[in-house]
Structure formats: C-alpha cells, structure tokens
C-alpha cells in the first residue's frame, strides 16, 4: 500500500480534474468529488494528481510536498478584520496534518482491500496483514533499528500506551508493591509468599525489581514520561534530573552525579529526545553511554524527536544504542493512528502478556487454559488492531525515508532560526531556553511570554485576530514549566491550592508556537 499510494498512477488524461476544480469540502471527505454519483467517484479520485516521494532529489520537490498537506487552505476566522488570508498552523507540537500521500493512500486501502487481518482465507484479508507489518517494518527504518534484535509494538494512545507498556513491563502490577509500599524493604514474608506462587520467570523479574528498583526520570520530561514511572516504582524510587533554568537544558552533570551515587540501583534511565515545551534537543546517545556504564536500560521519548530529525537508534559505539524508543503517529504527520515502542527483543521476549488478552495472541485454547504465541508483536497487540491507523503511520514513515529526514531536519533549523530571531524583536517579549541554536540545539518549538499579558489572552488575540493557531498553558509538563518561569515552593503550593479548589485563574504558563514541514516563513512572519 506504501508503494501503490505514492506512487503516481497511468498517465492522467487531459480531462482529469485539476485540484482547484474540486471543493475544499469535497476533498475533506474521502471518495467525495462533487458532482460526481457514488459509481464514478472512486475513479475521480484517483485521477487526482499526486506527488510522487521518490523523485524528491532537491528543495523544490519537498515544497511541493509541504503544500499537500490537508487543512493548509482553511479559514477559522473570528473577526472580518482577520489579517491572514488563511489559517496559520503553528500547532504540530500537539498534533501535526496530515498529508495528501496518506490521505490518498488510505482511500485506495479502504477502497480495495478493506478487511481484517490476520488470515490467509481471502486476498484482501492478506494484503490487510502485509500493509500492517510492512508499516511496522517502516517504522522501524525510520528510526534505524535493527530487526534482528528489535521490535516494533503498536500500542494504543500514541507514545502514552507505550510508555506505559513498558512501564508494565519491566515492573508488573502484581509485583510492584515490594518497591512502592515498603520504602525501607518489603518483609521477608512477604517476599517468601510472593515467590512461592512464581515460575522461574517471574522470580527474576522480582528479584530485578528489588536489586535495581530505581528510575531516573529527568525535569523536562512529559507527563506521559513521568507519571507512569511514579506509578510503576513510587515516588521515593524516582530521580530527577535537573535543568538549566536560564538555558532550559539538561543538567548533564547533574545525571552524572546521580548515576553515580545510586549506581546498579538504577533499572532505567528515561529522557525525552526533544522537549515539547522548547524543543531542546538532548543528546540522548551520550546518556545512554552513561547509564550503560552503571548496568541501566535507557529510554527515549521520541513524539518530539522522530518527526523533526533523523534518529538512528543504534550510535557507532555499543554503549551508545537506544534500548527502548516510543513515538506516536499522531506527532508523526498521520493524525487518528497509534502509537509505537522499538525496543529490545532480549527484554521483552519470554515473558506472560503484558497488555489485552484475546484473539490472536494465542496458539492454543481450551476451557481450563490457553498457550501465548512466542513471536512478541502478535503476543502483545490482542483483537483487532488500527488498521487505517497502522497503515497510515508506515504510508508517513516510507513518505519521510523517501525525502530524507536530513533535508527535512535542515529546513526546520533553517525555519526555527528565523522564528526566534523574528520574535526577539517583539517588544517585552522573553522566550524559554537558550536563543543560541548553536550552543543549545532546539527543533522547531518555541514558547514565550509577553510582558504584563496572561498566555491564554496572547494566544486568544492570535487566533481570533489573525487565525494563527498556538497553544498555551503548560503543555502536560508542569515540572519544567514551572522550572523555566522560576515558580518557588512557596508559590507553587499556592498555585496547587487554588487549582484543587477549582481556581485556575493565576496558573502559569506560556504560549507556544510549533513547526512542522508545511510551515514556511510567510507563518514565521504572521506571528512576529
């Protein structure tokens, strides 16, 4: 499906619609072309032109594919007097649009070959199945992994789910109250009961969790990296990382220091690759050398950092490689799909399901038991998956490999530049983390604050006055936020009390602008 949806079909005759014949309402609802009846619409469609990937040598093809992207051309105008012609999207941090390619290409799936998968009785059962694993195998070059030693899992709620697979993972619910509830060790009774009733499996992954029961999460992190850790280890069990307040970035000695006083007692190091707050880009293969050296797993939260740039999860050296990476489709230009972990077979092979039970995560089933498939993927995504969703996220990852993710890394930077240096000219403006993008690398997010202006009214006046589209708030990441604007404990516990009494009114926050590769400099010019 990959192949037949960017791939441009037999040559078009001269009486193919052209695009700007087709309504914009027409081209939002698949298979609809106006004045067309249901019997020739499927045909109208397909003699859309389209972009073809592969023949994207140079610039100018990647601007034509970032003017395909849906929803470039709409109007969300509040007031007649509205400046822009069109809507500015400077929102993709949140959820990025989709591209004609994948729109294209889901129709003809649906068109064709709409079917379950997971059966060889029918042909469009079995392309069902083919288009799916081919996306895994898609998402897996996308970010450099290697077959042989890695899976891809889709996993539900974007890189949620699979933070919080993983979570259950390496520390099952059934054993975590050893570490949570017993802060000083959990009795020795308690710890006999608990292995008398495991197989030699579960005694190891208990044993594990009591020899290495700690996790190092860092101040930057998304609440989706956060709250699952305090969750599987308990808040005594977590170690923060500091940031740079006046730069934004990572206390790099500030880990070294904790890696080395807790060391072996660390079971999992996990950092974001790019903040969603400013951006800032971590340099995640030097932290995974660091937590190799004391015997701990690393993981990266990669919503932010696949879409922008290439990621290879393995460095040149060993102790370099990534041992768990998530992202989410919905980050990744395919809006509406999954979410993804790429992560060690080693670890995650062997062990009882960890997620749904169902169909076609068994081999065999009787009334009084039933036996796991061995192969991880089919073990651990039960029923019927996403399909439309799965496909999706492989038509953008194969779209991305064809482009490049160097070229698209490069106009981003070249983007993001022009965007800080256009907003520090904003009169009582002060933009979080460091302006030296050299210094302090950063993808496409920046987030600021005006001078004696609340975040929600700055980002209410974009909208309703010039169609820009922002987002303001915290951004489900309040530690950093909070670190960033300089909130003290005192402040914070007031700030606390009055949200749990429903007063939202003096919350802190900041208005943040996102790029994506339909963004252009006329957008960059709009906000500034």
């Not at 730069?247 to 080395?260: F, K, N, P």
């Not at 809006?335 to 080693?346: F, Q």
């Not at 489900?476 to 909070?482: D, E, G, W």
Request: net charge negative; glycine share 8%.
């Amino acid at each position: 499906w990959v192949a037949r949806a960017t791939t441009r079909g037999p040559s078009a005759s001269t009486t193919e619609p052209r695009r700007d014949e087709v309504s914009m309402q027409s081209r939002r609802t698949p298979g609809r072309i106006a004045g067309a009846s249901w019997a020739d619409q499927s045909a109208a469609v397909r003699a859309l032109p389209r972009y073809d990937p592969r023949a994207m040598q140079d610039e100018a093809a990647f601007d034509r594919f970032a003017k395909s992207f849906l929803g470039l051309d709409r109007s969300d105008r509040v007031f007649e007097q509205v400046s822009a012609a069109r809507r500015v999207y400077l929102d993709t941090t949140a959820t990025a649009l989709m591209p004609e390619v994948v729109w294209r290409g889901l129709e003809r799936y649906l068109e064709s070959a709409c079917a379950n998968s997971h059966t060889e009785a029918h042909r469009a059962g079995r392309d069902t199945t083919r288009a799916i694993e081919a996306s895994r195998d898609a998402i897996g070059r996308l970010v450099g992994y290697q077959s042989e030693r890695d899976v891809v899992l889709f996993t539900a709620n974007g890189a949620t789910g699979a933070i919080n697979f993983l979570a259950r993972a390496l520390f099952p619910a059934e054993l975590r109250s050893v570490n949570k509830r017993f802060p000083g060790g959990a009795p020795p009774e308690l710890l006999a009961a608990l292995r008398s009733g495991l197989g030699d499996e579960g005694r190891g992954v208990l044993d594990e969790m009591l020899e290495r029961p700690l996790v190092v999460v860092t101040m930057m992190e998304h609440h989706s990296n956060l709250i699952p850790w305090m969750e599987a280890v308990g808040h005594h069990n977590l170690r923060a990382v500091r940031v740079d307040p006046a730069t934004g970035a990572l206390d790099l000695s500030d880990l070294a220091r904790v890696l080395e006083t807790e060391g072996r007692r660390v079971r999992l190091v996990a950092v974001t690759g790019v903040s969603n707050v400013t951006g800032i880009v971590n340099p995640v293969h030097r932290i995974a050398a660091m937590a190799h050296a004391v015997g701990a797993q690393i993981l990266v939260d990669g919503a932010q950092w696949v879409p922008h740039a290439r990621v290879e999860m393995h460095g040149a050296e060993p102790g370099d490689s990534l041992d768990y990476l998530v992202l989410s489709g919905h980050k990744l230009y395919a809006p509406g799909s999954r979410g993804a972990l790429i992560g060690s077979l080693e670890t995650l092979s062997g062990r009882r399901c960890v997620t749904d039970v169902g169909g076609g995560m068994v081999e065999y089933v009787s009334i009084n038991d039933f036996e796991i498939k061995d192969d991880v993927a089919a073990r651990e995504e039960a029923g019927t998956p996403n399909i439309p969703g799965s496909i999706a996220m492989g038509l953008v990852a194969e779209t991305l490999l064809r482009i490049g993710m160097d070229l698209v890394a490069e106009r981003e930077h070249r983007l993001t530049e022009a965007l800080v240096r256009r907003l520090e000219r904003v009169p009582k403006i002060h933009i979080y983390g460091s302006t030296d993008l050299d210094a302090v690398p950063r993808a496409g997010v920046v987030s600021f604050n005006i001078e004696g202006l609340r975040h929600g009214l700055v980002a209410a006046y974009l909208n309703d006055f010039h169609d820009i589209a922002v987002r303001e708030g915290c951004f489900c990441a309040h530690p950093y936020v909070k670190a960033l604007i300089g909130v003290d404990d005192q402040t914070e516990e007031s700030y606390r009390q009055e949200m749990l009494c429903g007063d939202r009114r003096n919350v802190p926050g900041m208005v943040r602008a996102s790029l994506g590769v339909y963004s252009t400099a006329d957008d960059v010019e709009a906000l500034g």
